[in-house]
């Protein structure tokens, strides 16, 4: 589990393609406290680490996860969001996010909104009921409130911090983020289906 808190930016340093994926992505973290097989969320992705090297952690994506997210398209010098695991007492800053992608979103539009920047962008209509007005979505990792929803289309706000800590500092409209639905709102959904 996750909070959408992101606490550093990787750079992917190496990419294999063979059966799987492996990534090669360069931190700061302490990787002294990063184990084998712990669990890192890169830009949203639940990934298990399966090496570690000088300030840099290795992770392996099945051809599922390259197909449902934006990681098939990572290359040498992809910037990645990255969040450790969260642990029991830690302080939940975001929301409940587990790392499980539900699909792609698409960066409509970007413009300045005050300081910050208002971004707008569209999710697959099947995804579309899952997100709701001042409720939570994760985007590439990213715990955000939603400001207006109209159709698949939905609108946030990131604020200066979010844009200097994050890779939203450099998105830009008709790129792809990876996009996790609020828990809550995958099982309320679930519920009220089956009444």
């Known amino acids: 589990m996750f909070t959408g808190i992101v606490t550093d930016v990787g750079r992917v340093v190496a990419v294999e393609r063979r059966g799987d994926s492996r990534f090669t992505i360069a931190t700061r973290f302490d990787l002294a406290t990063v184990p084998i097989g712990a669990s890192i969320a890169c830009s949203g992705v639940c990934l298990t680490v399966v090496a570690t090297g000088d300030g840099t952690f290795s992770v392996d994506a099945s051809a599922e996860t390259l197909s449902k997210t934006t990681l098939a398209a ?13 642990r029991m007492g830690d302080e939940l800053g ?31 209509a099947a995804l579309a009921r899952y997100v709701a007005s001042k409720g939570s979505v994760a985007l590439d990792g ?7 929803v109209d159709g698949n ?6 604020i200066p911090h ?5 890779t939203f500092g450099t998105l830009n409209p008709g790129q792809k983020v990876n996009f996790e639905v609020d828990m809550l709102a995958r099982y309320v959904a679930r519920l009220i289906a089956g009444l």
């Open 142 to 148: 990213v715990s955000l409130t939603v400001n207006e």
């Open 94 to 124: 975001g929301h409940l996010v587990s790392g499980h992608i539900d699909g792609v979103a698409d960066v409509v539009s970007r413009r300045a909104d005050g300081d910050s920047q208002r971004f707008t962008f569209a999710v697959p």
């Open 74 to 86: 990572w290359s040498e010098g992809s910037r990645v969001n990255l969040e450790r695991a969260l």
């Open 162 to 166: 979010t844009l200097a800590e994050t």
């Open 153 to 158: 289309k939905f609108g946030v706000n990131i």
